[in-house]
């Protein structure tokens, strides 16, 4: 560095980043915010850890044969990306950030309710991910994330234990956070917060906490007994036995299906929170988009036997399980609709964090609605295990759950760091994103549609020109992900200072300033009126 | 495992009256009651998972089961509910003497409810000897007379996996307590925390469980001898 | 959360209650009674269970959110258990076919 920025010195005021210094001062905070960022880091390195087996696997299916690996380096590759980003990024993604970060301040509270438990969640999690990423660099795993037995129980000899135990340990991490949120959302409101005052993104958080709690037990005892009876050579799941893969499957399935729900709904709740910023205007149907989270928490454990329509689950079942399926969509659809409705006549502002909300509701829209196709019987025996299946929840947990946690994070940057990142490179690498990401995966749809199946290492040469696309589209993916990476870092020292509300929005956490002190508020606040009072005004960028 | 919250729960709540994000010690009593009730709805779930398996070989092998749960010691089981249900009213006493401020009393209760505790895991280790000593253990020693051996061994799986996940909330029960009583011995203690009722809480989930592993193990198949 | 003092005398009631209660669900499993005899086993440990929330838990005189909390877990239980069984319960059927 020749040049030394010319700024004025300023005595900044006491905050919660420079309230104590020293690693100690992190690793033993109790602090939300600082928890927060903890988890930030470690969600983050997790998320380049599993974007680069993405990279392995694109890099293989840009030919049709298979001449990069083995047919069985091929297979842990996708298994650990599927591990890494879905039980280690997308489930704490936003709540374990931003709703821990943001929870309390939103509901005027000085902490969560157990901030000691809060931090000891994020160690769990920690040691979780150093447990699976162990097991990944000792030989790694070739079961798929799904973890499906009798292969996982008897036949692997891969760690599939000691990814168990990863996995198992990060769930207890999860199940903390969310009672953390619960008591907290219940117990440490601000005077005059009601629950329909509350902001969309609590009520989101809420309803996911609801499934954390109830759902993640289930695996935690479905991944147990795969690990005892690998280790102890108990008769659960082994068909020689008289045991029943199927049940695997739905135990398996009781809590992933709802999983899909704990990564979109804190994502829902980000993008209520962007949609009435940016176009200033006041939520359409707020009751209804506040309890259709609480639906969607419901209902999502009512569909899990989707997934099993070719396993040899009863034919009833499945016609149930499918008219479920659908009934789910229902209350996804009134969110989509009622944010349509907000843009309407709004004074919209095209700011980073509204282009990742646009990203988000297109995006999550098409991914929603092929969930409809797979969701009929008669379709899902077509295209299940196919490609049409991993586009389907690509564009639900990335095109959904990434895009809105990269706009939630555009958009309280300033608050959680007292600065504003560059808009000009934060806009170009939002569409950068969304260019990559449809090349990715649109002609994954295709693909699946055509009848590629998933998980093989080598393709017939005629599907090669889709391939060669979404693998040339995952680079581009790849960069947009990569300069965001780069800019926020640059912009935590270089970067404008942020006013305590830049965007001019109206929930408490604009109300204290950026960063806020250690205790959030100086004067606990005082709750008055309802959520999202925007006067349609433009906001005055400060 | 879930059991891993528990114990920084329970020192969570060890220290200091008031802590600095509540604004009194009702609310912080509320969050700290209403946290457990929350962990015991994931500990539902969680023995929920081994239920549900469980009730659905019970009702495909329906006379395996009964079989191999003949071959369970019930005077042992029922002389074990019986020492748990004690232990329950042995904790429920220490919280009404914690509640009224009585050390002694509360003392004397918790090691009682400790001391029951162990007898409990330790006629559960009796009966997990003999299953060994009769190769009813799960795995290539496994052996049954009788019919579907093969179905046997799932039963006794389950026996296994359902008692033994019991057994291990039971000894980090009893290590909680431990840490309880020294804190009322030692530090003297504190009538208006709650560390003693939401422990409480724990325990008797704990014997609620056992309340419905007792018929579903041990009652099966008697009446069909 | 209660800040209700129980008297010492009621834990012993509800502690005979139990111990009286697997007395007789012990009794009942040596009769043969077909298929109920899993009925009456649940029921009567369904009972003791309610018992010991309801008095040594205290939630008989707990806030209405503890007892929702509750009735949720129970709810969700029963929705893993019942799906479930439903799967397998309805696997034997004959397929539609033709009788359409
Ligand atoms: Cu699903």
Redesign the pocket.
């Known amino acids: 560095m020749s040049t030394v920025p010319v700024e004025p010195v300023v005595e900044a005021p006491r905050n919660y980043l420079n309230a104590s210094y020293g690693v100690k001062s992190w690793l033993l905070t109790t602090d939300h915010k600082r928890i927060a960022l903890l988890y930030l880091v470690t969600i983050t390195i997790l998320f380049f850890l599993g974007g680069a087996f993405a990279v392995m696997i694109r890099l293989e299916l840009a030919t049709p044969q298979g001449d990069l690996m083995t047919p069985d380096t091929y297979n842990k590759m996708f298994t650990l990306h599927g591990i890494i980003m879905v039980f280690f990024f997308l489930v704490p993604s936003i709540p374990a950030t931003l709703g821990n970060f943001l929870v309390p301040m939103m509901i005027g509270a000085r902490d969560m309710a157990f901030p000691r438990i809060n931090l000891l969640s994020w160690y769990v999690l920690t040691i979780g991910a150093v447990i699976s990423i162990s097991a990944a660099v000792m030989g790694g795993v070739d079961t798929g994330w799904t973890f499906y037995t009798p292969y996982s129980t008897t036949y692997s000899n891969t760690y599939v234990t000691l990814m168990a135990v990863g996995i198992f340990i990060a769930g207890f991490s999860s199940i903390l956070t969310g009672l953390n949120f619960i008591v907290t959302i219940h117990t440490m409101r601000a005077p005059g917060l009601t629950w329909f005052r509350m902001p969309l993104f609590i009520w989101s958080h809420y309803a996911t906490a609801i499934i954390i709690m109830l759902g993640t037990p289930v695996i935690a005892i479905t991944l147990l007994l795969v690990g005892a009876e690998r280790t102890l050579k108990l008769g659960i799941f082994d068909p020689a036995l008289g045991g029943d893969p199927i049940l695997f499957q739905h135990l398996f399935?009781f809590y992933?299906?709802p999983a899909?729900y704990i990564m979109v709904l804190p994502a829902m709740g980000v993008v209520s929170e962007l949609i009435t910023c940016f176009s200033r205007k006041r939520i359409f149907g707020y009751s209804f988009v506040a309890l259709s989270s609480v639906a969607i928490a419901i209902l999502s454990f009512l569909?899990?036997g989707?997934?099993l329509f070719v396993s040899g689950q009863s034919v009833y079942a499945g016609m149930i399980f499918s008219l479920l399926?659908f009934m789910v969509a229902v209350p996804s659809a009134i969110k989509v609709f009622n944010w349509t409705a907000t843009l309407y006549r709004g004074s919209i502002s095209y700011d980073t964090p509204m282009l990742y909300a646009f990203g988000f509701i297109g995006l999550f829209t098409i991914g929603g609605l092929t969930g409809l196709f797979v969701a009929t019987m008669a379709i899902d025996l077509h295209v299940h295990d196919t490609y049409f299946i991993i586009a389907h929840f690509h564009y639900i947990m990335v095109g959904g759950t990434v895009m809105a946690y990269m706009g939630g994070l555009h958009y309280w940057w300033p608050k959680m760091t007292g600065r504003m990142y560059p808009e000009g490179w934060a806009k170009f690498s939002a569409l950068v994103l969304f260019v990559g990401f449809n090349l990715t995966f649109f002609p994954q749809f295709i693909l699946g549609y055509l009848g590629m199946p998933r998980r093989y290492y080598a393709y017939p040469e005629e599907f090669q020109v889709l391939n060669v696309m979404s693998s040339a589209g995952a680079t581009i993916l790849g960069v947009g992900y990569l300069i965001p990476l780069v800019y926020l870092f640059w912009s935590m020292r270089y970067g404008e200072r942020a006013s305590s509300n830049p965007w001019g929005a109206t929930s408490l956490e604009w109300q204290t300033p950026s960063p806020p002190p250690t205790e959030n508020f100086t004067v606990t606040p005082v709750v008055t009126e309802e959520a999202y009072t925007y006067s349609h005004e433009a906001p005055e960028h400060v | 495992m879930s059991d891993t919250a528990t114990v920084p729960a329970l020192q969570e709540h060890v220290h200091g009256p008031l802590k600095h994000q509540f604004d009194d010690i009702a609310q912080q009593h509320e969050a700290d009651t209403l946290g457990m009730w929350l962990f015991l709805a994931t500990e539902v779930m969680f023995f929920g998972g081994m239920f549900t398996g469980y009730s659905i070989y019970r009702s495909q092998y329906h006379e395996a089961f009964a079989a191999a749960s003949n071959h369970l010691d019930l005077l042992m089981g029922t002389i074990n509910t019986g020492v748990l249900i004690g232990s329950s009213l042995t904790m429920a006493m220490a919280v009404h003497a914690a509640a009224l401020g009585r050390r002694r009393a509360l003392i004397i209760c918790l090691i009682a409810t400790m001391v029951l505790g162990c007898g409990f895991l330790g006629i559960k280790a009796y009966e997990y000897h003999h299953k060994f000593v009769e190769n009813l253990v799960p795995g290539p020693n496994f052996h049954f007379e009788g019919n579907s051996a093969r179905e046997t061994e799932v039963f006794y799986s389950f026996y296994f996996a359902m008692t033994g996940l019991h057994a291990i909330h039971m000894i980090i029960g009893v290590g909680i307590l431990a840490v309880l009583t020294f804190y009322a011995w030692w530090r003297g203690f504190h009538p208006q925390n709650k560390h003693i009722e939401i422990t409480g809480l724990y325990w008797h989930f704990v014997d609620i469980v056992w309340i419905f592993l007792f018929p579903l193990l041990y009652l099966v198949g008697h009446h069909e001898k | 959360m209660s800040d209700h003092i129980v008297p010492i005398r009621t834990y012993f009631v509800i502690f005979m209650t139990l111990l009286i209660f697997t007395l007789i669900t012990v009794g009942v499993a040596l009769v043969d009674l077909g298929r109920f005899n899993v009925v009456v086993a649940l029921a009567i440990a369904g009972i003791k269970a309610t018992l010991v929330v309801l008095f040594f838990m205290h939630v008989r005189w707990s806030s209405p959110l503890t007892k929702i909390f509750i009735a949720a877990s129970l709810f969700w239980l029963a929705i893993l258990l019942g799906f479930t069984a439903a799967d397998y319960i309805s696997r034997a059927w004959t397929p539609l076919g033709l009788s359409w």
């Open positions: 399935w992933s299906h899909v569909v899990w989707h997934h399926s």
